[in-house]
Structure formats: structure tokens, C-alpha cells
Nanobody, 116 residues
């Protein structure tokens, strides 16, 4: 059974930092691409950052140079370091991966709230 468990969200002032973690089980973590998505109230879920199995990364324009995605394969964990946070970064952040059969797996999400 695949499980993704996020943690690290919270309330922070604008300009602050948070580090999100996502611990995975039930998958061959070393070979999958991992993603972070977020969803603000009343908005569609959007892709924030991606890291491939070999460490290649990609970011949404809105978070470039502020967010960093990384992974620790031995711990089956993916991280999202978020710096210089803005109120528009507020939302529920989700960890995601997809298996070779095309099935998407999601965590339960962790809430990030940035106050102005």
C-alpha cells in the first residue's frame, strides 16, 4: 500500500521560511519522480516543484529562486524548502508521485499560511 505523509506546514509571517517533508512507503522511491503541488482556497491545484529520480528539478515560475526541492532516497523522503514566503504562497501543500501504470498517489496535505 502506497502512503505519502506530509509534515512541516504552519503559520509564518511574510518573508519567513518553512521546510516541508514527505515520507513515502510502499513504492520504489529511488526510481520515481516526486512532485509538490499546492491548492489555495477557491483555486485549482497547481504544480509547484518536481524532482526526478536522478535529481533533476523544475519549478513553477512563481516560486523559482525561493523554493528548493530535494530528496533523500535512503529515507524515502522528499523535501520542499520554502524561503521568502509571500501571502500568495498560502495553501494546502501536497506530495505526489505516479507509478509506471499511470496511477497518481497523494498525501493528505499540509497547510501553509503566510500572514502579511
Amino acid at each position: 500500500q502506497v502512503q505519502l505523509v506530509e509534515s512541516g506546514g504552519g503559520l509564518v509571517q511574510a518573508g519567513g521560511s518553512l521546510r516541508l517533508s514527505c515520507v513515502c512507503s510502499g513504492i520504489f522511491f529511488n526510481i520515481v519522480t516526486m512532485n509538490w503541488y499546492r491548492q489555495a482556497p477557491g483555486k485549482q491545484r497547481e504544480l509547484v516543484a518536481t524532482i526526478t529520480r536522478v535529481g533533476g528539478t523544475n519549478y513553477a515560475d512563481s516560486v523559482k529562486n525561493r523554493f528548493t526541492i530535494s530528496r533523500a532516497n535512503a529515507q524515502k523522503t522528499v523535501y520542499l524548502q520554502m524561503n521568502s514566503l509571500k501571502p500568495e504562497d498560502t495553501g494546502n501543500y501536497y506530495c505526489n508521485t505516479r507509478n509506471s501504470g499511470g496511477t497518481d498517489y497523494w498525501g493528505q496535505g499540509t497547510q501553509v499560511t503566510v500572514s502579511s
